[in-house]
């Protein structure tokens, strides 16, 4: 009879314990089927229209098991898309200028509580009322600085009146001019106060040339890509044949992107040069600037999943995904999220409505791409389309992410 008892008692706890379980497929059973997953919910992007064409690289614990192209490069001139196509990265630039910021820091040569004074004597905003202020690197990095963007702007915004570039567009200026007119517009809030997306990563970009004593595209592929063997990521396109042409949809119906090209938003638009990919000329945007291939991005990606790559300390690779804000509230991604460096943090799986775990560190581009690496279960995912807005934000990134785990 106490046997019974006991048999019986380990099949209701067992039984509860399935019950309470998340309802996911394992890990060997959910990677079996992830390529066909991802290959269809790209497909029918493409064939409704929402997407023009993709790339996907997707692994586990360094294991690839996603490695496909979708759709089109080029739809008007026929050119299919390849695994070796080359996308404009956008704001996906971000995490790698961090990383070679914190490269410069693991090495001594700066310091993440530098005032930026120290490397740009010349950027000196100030606050609404006109007191001074003093914005640090790690300001820079978290986005904490009370910077902003022009397109958060109305069209007669402070930005916009000072011809500041957000690094999409070809204003015909430099790198310096560019943040010296940024230096003139007061802060939106007084630095480490509050969270705001911003061109925080183009003053950051100066800060690295200085630090380095080299050109941004020089010190990037000093402490980063050339490390990390990734020969296809640049600040300018070398090979155009191979670049992705652009297109927009989502409030407007599908259309090659024009160039320029504003994208309408609650401010003043997004203003877009998809030449820039291509121009020699144009200053290098560390929050905007760069372009690259999946593949490239998926070795950055496992690098700092797996401890620094030998690019990064591995205290440093971790702190790249760990709350960096200490409880202030981000505004562009406050849904569950923080922000570490270089991309937001995961927090709360379940408010995010995303089914990864806790500590999953992500981030996009507007021209359509986005990634995620979620530590915790080993998972790296690069997206990168060549059409915007729709490869970044909506129902096509979700379920992504649920044909990556298998739900």
């Known amino acids: ?35 066909g ?17 993709a790339v996907v690289v997707a692994g586990r614990d360094g294991k690839v098991l996603c490695r496909e192209a979708f759709g089109m490069a080029d739809r008007e001139a026929g050119v299919p898309m390849r695994v070796d196509t080359l996308f404009r990265l956008a704001s996906m630039s971000k995490p790698l200028v961090s990383a070679a910021a914190l490269a410069l820091a693991d090495a001594g040569a700066l310091s993440l509580d530098d005032p930026v004074t120290r490397w740009l004597p010349y950027f000196t905003p100030r606050l609404p009322d006109g007191a001074p202020a003093v914005v640090t690197v790690r300001q820079l990095l978290t986005h904490t600085a009370g910077l902003s963007y022009g397109f958060y702007d109305p069209p007669d915004g402070a930005l916009v009146r000072a011809g500041v570039s957000d690094g999409l567009d070809r204003p015909g200026i430099s790198l310096a001019e560019n943040l010296r007119r940024l230096a003139g517009v007061p802060l939106a809030f007084a630095p480490g106060t509050s969270w705001r997306y911003s061109l925080a990563i183009d003053v950051l970009g100066a800060v690295v040339e200085k630090a380095a004593d080299l050109a941004l595209p020089e010190a990037v592929a000093k402490f ?28 407007q119906p599908l259309h090659r992107m024009a160039d320029p090209e504003v994208l309408p938003t609650s401010g003043a638009g997004i203003r877009f040069s998809p030449a820039r990919a291509t121009d020699a000329a144009a200053y290098p945007s560390g929050g905007g600037g760069m372009s690259g291939t999946a593949d490239d991005y998926y070795a950055f990606l496992e690098a700092v999943r797996r401890g620094g790559g030998g690019m990064l300390r591995p205290e440093t690779a ?53 990634f995620f690496m979620d530590r915790a279960s080993g998972l790296s995912v690069v997206v990168l389309t060549n059409t915007t807005t729709d490869g970044l934000s909506g129902a096509f990134p979700a379920q992504i992410a649920q044909a990556v785990y298998g739900e």
Not at 7 to 24: G, K
Not at 37 to 53: L, T
Not at 321 to 346: I, M, N, S, Y
């Open 1 to 35: 009879m106490t046997s019974r008892l006991f048999r019986n008692a380990v099949l209701v706890f067992l039984l509860a314990f399935a019950l309470l379980a998340p309802l996911r497929a394992p890990a060997g059973q959910a990677d079996a089927g992830m390529a």
């Open 318 to 370: 971790r702190a790249m995904t760990t709350d960096q804000l200490g409880g202030l509230p981000v505004g562009l991604v406050d849904k569950g999220r923080t922000f570490g460096f270089g991309g937001a943090v995961l927090v709360d799986p379940a408010q995010a409505e995303f089914p990864g775990r806790a500590g999953t560190w992500n981030w996009g581009g507007v021209y359509g791409t986005h």
């Open 224 to 251: 980063v890509t050339g490390p990390l063997g990734m020969r296809d990521t640049t600040f300018v396109v070398a090979d155009a044949a191979r670049l992705a042409a652009p297109y927009v949809h989502g409030k």
């Open 37 to 53: 997953r991802i290959g269809a919910v790209v497909s029918r992007a493409v064939a409704e229209g929402r997407i023009v064409g």
